[in-house]
C-alpha cells in the first residue's frame, strides 16, 4: 500500500509558514521582553506562557469559538476581509502560530537576557534606538538562541495534534496535517499505514533536533 504524502507535504509548510511569521513577531517581542522595564512584562510573559500549561484541545475550543462566523470576531473578518478561519488553512496557521508563540520567544529572550549589558548600554549611549539595538546588537551576538527558537517552533507545529484538530477539523489538502492523519489510520485499525506516517515523522523530527545540537556543538568548538 501506498503511503499518503499529502498529510506529511500539508505538515511541513505549515510548519514552515509559521516559523517564518513568529520570527517576524518573536524577535521584536522577545526584544522587548529582555529590554524593557515596563511592570506589565510578568502579564505579558503569563500570557505567552498560557500555550506551555493549557491543553491545546482547550487553546484550540475557545480559538473555534473566537473565529466562528456566529460570533463577533469571526464576523467581522469574514466581513471586512472575507477571511474565515475556522475549518481552514489559514485559522490552522493563525491557531498554530499562537500555540508555538512560546518556543520561539523564550528561548530568544533567554539569549538576549544573557548577553552583557554592556553592550547595550554602549548602544543606548550612542543614542542608538530599540530596532537598531535589537538588529545590531541583540541578534548578531543570540544567534543560537535564534537558532533553538526556529528548530522548536518548527519541530512543535509539526507535532501538534488538539489544537489543529479543534480548529482545523480533517478536511483532505486543506487542514489534514499528518498528525490528523495517523489518528484517523489508527481509529481504522490500519496500523500498517499509521506505522509508515509515524515513522517518518520520527526521522524527520529526530533530523531537526539532530541538527540543532550539532549546529551548538560546532559553536562550542569555535568558541
Keep these: 500500500m501506498l503511503m499518503d504524502w499529502q498529510p506529511l507535504l500539508l505538515t511541513l509548510r505549515l ?7 513568529l520570527l517576524l513577531i518573536g524577535i521584536p517581542l522577545a526584544g522587548w521582553l529582555a529590554l524593557t522595564r515596563s511592570r506589565a512584562k510578568p502579564v505579558v510573559e ?5 500555550p506551555l500549561v493549557l491543553p491545546p484541545s482547550v487553546l484550540g475550543f475557545y480559538l473555534l469559538l473566537a473565529f466562528s462566523p456566529h460570533n463577533a470576531l469571526g464576523a467581522w473578518l469574514l466581513q471586512v476581509f472575507g477571511l474565515k478561519l475556522v475549518f481552514s488553512f489559514a485559522g490552522l496557521m493563525v491557531a498554530s502560530v499562537l500555540f508555538s508563540l512560546p518556543f520561539m520567544v523564550q528561548p530568544l529572550q533567554a539569549g538576549f537576557e ?19 539595538i ?8 543570540a544567534r543560537g538562541a535564534l537558532l533553538a527558537g526556529s528548530v522548536l517552533a518548527f519541530a512543535h507545529t509539526v507535532g ?34 499509521a506505522h509508515g506516517q509515524a515513522a517518518v515523522l520520527v526521522a524527520l523530527s529526530f533530523a531537526v533536533v539532530i541538527c540543532l545540537y550539532l549546529a551548538k556543538s560546532r559553536r562550542r568548538l569555535k568558541a
Excluded: C, Q
Aim: net charge negative; glycine share 8%; proline share 4%.
Design 46 to 50: 503569563a500570557l505567552l506562557a498560557m
Design 15 to 21: 510548519a514552515a509558514l509559521v516559523t517564518l511569521v
Design 160 to 193: 501538534e495534534f488538539g489544537v489543529v484538530l479543534m480548529i482545523g477539523g480533517n478536511i483532505p489538502g486543506v487542514t489534514r496535517v499528518v498528525s490528523i492523519a495517523i489518528y484517523d489510520e489508527v481509529e481504522s485499525l490500519n496500523y500498517a499505514a
Design 134 to 141: 535589537l538588529l545590531r546588537v541583540l541578534l548578531p551576538n
Design 114 to 132: 544573557t548577553l552583557p549589558t554592556s553592550l547595550i548600554d554602549a548602544a543606548h549611549t550612542l543614542g542608538k534606538g530599540y530596532w537598531t
